[in-house]
């Protein structure tokens, strides 16, 4: 009876060892399906990786090659472009050789006859008269601008990824319009008695205009007596309308010392255009000497109120091609108030580099220096048409020498 109680919990034992080890053999067979399954997925991963491997290099592999050829194209294209500038330049070098052996011969061939003294007085001044004139268009050649190119790059966001700048190059070619500058800029402002926007004050309509660029170089840097720089070469004006009154010299010939208070102020030396709209004066100061204006001054061209300016606009350039606005006035009743009298405006400095800034690439040390300044009509003058009248002009500023840059 003992030993039938004794073997019940040995075989209650035995049945849970035997549940036991029924259960731990389903849980390793399940683990064992989730490690296949497992390594299924891994299988299928690198599968997949692999796929995504070699599409991958494919792709970059074309990627490359498209960029390499486009670069290769590019390169191409500037190469072509700085060849064919760099052949038009000399195109335009050659053109001013010749135009050189060209005066020097004609002036070779003038030189004998003036030696000739069989001539009479009459033509022996004609001939001077010639020959003066072939001198001074020989001073005053168009020698073309040299450039150079800097490669610029930039990231790889656009397909045009290499570039060339265009910038002015240093030249060793002389120039007549060179004035001889001691610094890089010389300083030539409106004196600071004078009232910003306001009439010059002066007792006489025969009184110059305060001293400035023009002035400076008429009398070469103060070291010779005055000569009008027109006459002398030394700058150019031109003007797109008729002149009908006096010579455009007189514009410049506003600062000559001899002008005294002695002088009869009813038939002083000035200029008038006739009537268009939109009339302008240009000055060229060359492409050795440019100017960086922070004020000018006008005098009118008339003992009365006549046709006095009253509506102008004062522009810069240094290609002729973009104009910067420096100035403009609308409606402005100063000139002619008085016979011959003046006017002085200032210039806003940072009005005009924010619009340099946006037409041309800077350039160290120039600024909102121009080698044109010009001069135009905005609207109808004091008879309400379109003369453009003027007795004198200066500039006040800087005196740029480009060639020390």
């Known amino acids: 009876m003992q030993q039938d109680c004794a073997s019940v919990p040995d075989e209650r034992a035995w049945q849970e060892i035997k549940q036991h080890a029924v259960e731990t053999t389903e849980r390793v067979e399940k683990r064992q399906d989730d490690l296949r399954e497992l390594h299924a997925a891994v299988q299928d991963h690198l599968a997949l990786l692999k796929v995504w491997e070699s599409d991958t290099t494919r792709r970059l592999h074309a990627e490359t090659e498209r960029f390499v050829q486009q670069l290769q194209q590019r390169e191409e294209e500037l190469v072509q472009m700085v060849r064919e500038d760099c052949a038009l330049q000399r195109s335009q070098l050659g053109e001013l050789l010749e135009s050189l052996d060209s005066s020097e011969k004609q002036l070779a061939a003038e030189k004998p006859q003036l030696e000739d003294r069989e001539w009479d007085v009459v033509g022996r001044a004609a001939a001077q008269r010639k020959l003066a004139g072939l001198l001074k268009q020989c001073d005053f050649f168009a020698v073309p601008d040299l450039h150079r190119y800097a490669v610029a790059t930039s990231p790889v966001v656009a397909e045009r990824h290499l570039t060339c ?15 001889p500058i001691a610094d890089n800029t010389v300083y030539l ?33 103060h070291t010779k007596s005055f000569c009008n720089p027109v006459e002398s070469n030394a700058v150019r004006v031109q003007c797109d309308a ?19 208070t002695a002088a009869v102020p009813q038939h002083m030396p000035s200029l008038r255009t006739a009537s268009q709209e939109n009339a302008r004066i240009e000055l060229d100061f060359g492409d050795r ?10 005098r009118h061209g008339h003992a009365v109120e006549h046709a006095a300016l009253r509506s102008w606009r004062l522009l810069g350039s240094r290609d002729r091609v973009r104009w910067v606005v420096l100035d403009e006035q609308r409606r402005n009743g100063m000139l002619g108030t008085s016979p011959f009298n003046v006017a002085a405006f200032t210039i806003d400095e940072e009005e005009v580099f924010s619009q340099v800034r946006h037409s041309w690439c800077p350039l160290p040390g120039l600024g909102c220096a121009f080698r044109y300044i010009a001069l135009e009509i905005a609207g109808p003058d004091a008879v309400g048409k379109h003369h453009l009248e003027l007795g004198g002009m200066e500039l006040y500023g800087y005196l740029v020498d480009t060639l020390s840059l």
């Open 289 to 298: 000497r440019w100017v960086e204006c922070t004020a000018y001054a006008l």
């Open 165 to 179: 700048v265009r910038e002015l190059a240093p030249s060793l070619l002389p120039s007549a319009l060179t004035i």
């Open 189 to 221: 402002p409106l004196a600071s008695s004078e009232k910003v926007g306001a009439p010059v004050e002066q007792r006489h309509a025969s009184m110059m205009l305060p001293r400035g660029i023009l002035y400076y170089i008429a009398t070469a840097g």
């Open 242 to 260: 008729p002149v009908v009154l006096g010579q455009l010299s007189s514009l410049c010939d506003a600062g000559r010392p001899t002008r005294s």
